[in-house]
């Protein structure tokens, strides 16, 4: 990962503060119909990070935080349902009527500019060739590249893994004051997470799939985690707390909420948009 930063103009303070994360899209694969995608708002000692910015994120943003008072992004993989509005949020901090708003940072995979700087082109032959869309993205962010390992962002700790995904992708473990929280990203089965996970206070999993019927097609692996595997991961961990997110929106969340009950003991929730929880 890149150096780590601060939130300019603010002073520490006195004493440690509780870090408070705020679920603004739990939606898995596509937004729903009450949830935008993926992304989550972190806040520590007056730091705001969002953790990815999926389809559909920006709208959720402004809800709860100021457009222009978030200090860094954090993104776990290019699946569109994890990173999209970015380039949204490009075009809200280069055109503001009072001018651009000064570049805060983007920690992400590798080539993540170009990939959304193609994204933001009217035509990606003529952007690959060299047309300002990947510069506006430039121009409203400094990229930095995520590598396995341990980063300081503001206040945070930030340890990065990777996942078990068909791309390149980072599950994230934030550390502060003492607690932790580990988010699994999209992610199949893997010993990497449970790593990650290890007597975390609260793991943020992805719970994608329910389990098949006797008679359904087999799941794919390395895709993605049935809410039994979440609860799984939880436990072999030892987590704290389980909140299963990712949640596609064609399965009955209250089964998936049952599966990982039967493979963890621990305390279990649902994500839902607008909850919120403080490691403290």
């Known amino acids: 990962m890149g150096r780590g930063t601060t939130a300019p103009g603010r002073p520490p303070p006195a004493y440690p503060e509780p870090v408070r994360i705020t679920i603004l899209g739990c939606s898995g694969s596509f937004p729903g119909a009450g949830s935008a995608a993926s992304c989550y708002l972190v806040e520590a000692e007056g730091f705001r990070m969002l953790m990815d910015l999926g389809s559909g994120g920006l ?48 920690y992400g995979p590798a080539q993540s500019e170009v990939r959304l700087g193609r994204a ?11 047309s300002d869309s990947r510069d506006r993205v430039t121009d409203a962010f400094d990229f930095a590249t995520i590598t396995a390992g341990t980063v300081e962002i503001g206040p945070l700790r930030v340890t990065a893994a990777r996942m078990n995904h068909p791309v390149e992708t980072y599950g994230f473990r934030l550390e502060h004051a003492g607690r932790s929280l580990a988010y699994s990203a999209d992610t199949g089965e893997t010993d990497a997470l449970v790593e990650l996970a290890r007597g975390a206070d609260v793991l943020l999993s992805e719970a994608s799939f329910v389990e098949p019927g006797a008679s359904g097609p087999a799941l794919p692996a390395g895709l993605h985690l049935t809410a039994r595997q ?26 998936s909420l049952d599966e990982a009950g039967q493979a963890f003991g621990g305390a279990l929730s649902l994500a839902a948009p607008g909850l919120g929880f403080v490691l403290d």
């Not at 933001?120 to 060299?130: F, I, K, L, R, V």
């Not at 939880?234 to 704290?240: D, F, T, V």
């Open 59 to 106: 709208g959720a943003v402004q809800r709860y935080a100021g457009l222009y008072e978030i200090d860094a992004v954090c993104l776990s993989h290019l699946h569109a349902d994890h990173c999209l509005d970015v380039c949204g949020y490009a075009v809200a901090r280069t055109f503001h009527p009072d001018g651009p708003m000064p570049r805060i940072p983007v």
């Open 120 to 130: 933001m082109a009217a035509d990606p032959a003529a952007q690959d060739a060299g």
């Open 230 to 255: 979440a609860g799984q991961h939880a436990a072999r961990a030892g987590a704290g707390q389980l909140v299963l997110t990712h949640l596609v929106p064609w399965n009955d969340p209250n089964r």
